[in-house]
Each structure stands twice: as structure tokens, then as C-alpha cells.
């Protein structure tokens, strides 16, 4: 009676990995969870920006030489990878997704690419990241994350991002 979406129309319109990461997101063990097609759309934008930000990474020449926030980046997104695990073990999946989203949106992509643009942090270094959260994002979003694995990170067709280690 119009108070349901259809998820194969989501899919269409927005996308398999936007429909799983709305369903998963901000969600609890035994309660109920509003999913309307804003939320959905708000995850295709997600995918979105997970695209433009490999775009960019992948575009970026490799450098050598060391910048002071390198080593402040890799302990924090050690530390994000620590934190997303012990989520994931602890069936928190709701709480990894939205962890997962608010570090890669608001941290690697909003502070991090803008940190690398002005010379604070080394190409590199931002590849290795974006490589990381990947992986991080890969159970989420494992449609767009494979697709950019493919394009830029795989060694040869055989080499699956599903296959990969997890951090």
C-alpha cells in the first residue's frame, strides 16, 4: 500500500551496491530500519565519490621521496582497519558500514586527497591508502570496489579483490 520500495526498481535506478550498503547502514540486530529511496540514492552518491576518488588516486605519478604526514596517515588508517575488524567480528555491521563510509568520505577523501593536493602527503602513500579501503569496503560495496580493483590495482584478470587478504 506505497509504504515499500521495490528493490529490483532500486537496482535499476541506483545500483546492486547502493540497494546492499542502504540496507546494511546505520543498521541494529533486532530492529527495524527505514530504508526509503533517499538513503539509496545517498549510497549511489557513495559510489560515486569511490569512483572519482580512484580516478584521481589512479591518475597520480608515483613519487619517492617521504612527506611528514605519511607516517600519521598509515597509523590511522591502521587504526580504522583495527576498528572495522573488531565491528565486524562483534556482528556490529551496521556500525562497520558507517564507519567505514564517514572515514573514507570525510577523512581520506575530504582531508586526505585535499592533503595530497597541496604536497602534505605522498602520492604513494595515498595509493596505498586507497588500495586499504578497498578492501575495507569490498564486503559493503562489492560490485564497485571489484570494478576498480580490476582497473587499477590487479596484476593480471585472475587477481580478485575477493580473494585478496583482508587488512
Not at 526498481?9 to 527495524?32: E, F, N, Q
Not at 572519482?52 to 588508517?77: C, H, I, M, T, W
Not at 587504526?79 to 556500525?95: F, H, R, V, W, Y
Not at 588500495?131 to 580478485?160: C, S, Y
Request: glycine fraction near 6%.
Amino acid at each position: 500500500i506505497g509504504n515499500v520500495i521495490n528493490p529490483l526498481d532500486m537496482i535499476d535506478k541506483y545500483g546492486a551496491d547502493a540497494l546492499r550498503v542502504a540496507l546494511v547502514m546505520s543498521t541494529t540486530p533486532g530492529r527495524d530500519s527505514n530504508v526509503g529511496e533517499s538513503k539509496v540514492r545517498g549510497m549511489r552518491n557513495f559510489s560515486n565519490k569511490i569512483w572519482n576518488a580512484s580516478r584521481y588516486v589512479k591518475g597520480l605519478q608515483n613519487d619517492s621521496a617521504k612527506k611528514p604526514a605519511d607516517a600519521k596517515f598509515n597509523r590511522r588508517l591502521t587504526q580504522i582497519e583495527k576498528n572495522i575488524g573488531k565491528l565486524i567480528e562483534s556482528l556490529k555491521i551496521g556500525l562497520a558500514a558507517e564507519k567505514i563510509y564517514n572515514e573514507f568520505w570525510h577523512w581520506y577523501c575530504d582531508i586526505c586527497i585535499e592533503e595530497n593536493k597541496q604536497g602534505k602527503i605522498t602520492n604513494r602513500v595515498l595509493k596505498q591508502g586507497l588500495r586499504r579501503f578497498l578492501l575495507l569496503l569490498h564486503p559493503f560495496m562489492p560490485f564497485v570496489t571489484e570494478a576498480i580493483w580490476q582497473q587499477g590495482f590487479a596484476k593480471n584478470k585472475k587477481d580478485l579483490l575477493i580473494t585478496s587478504s583482508w587488512p
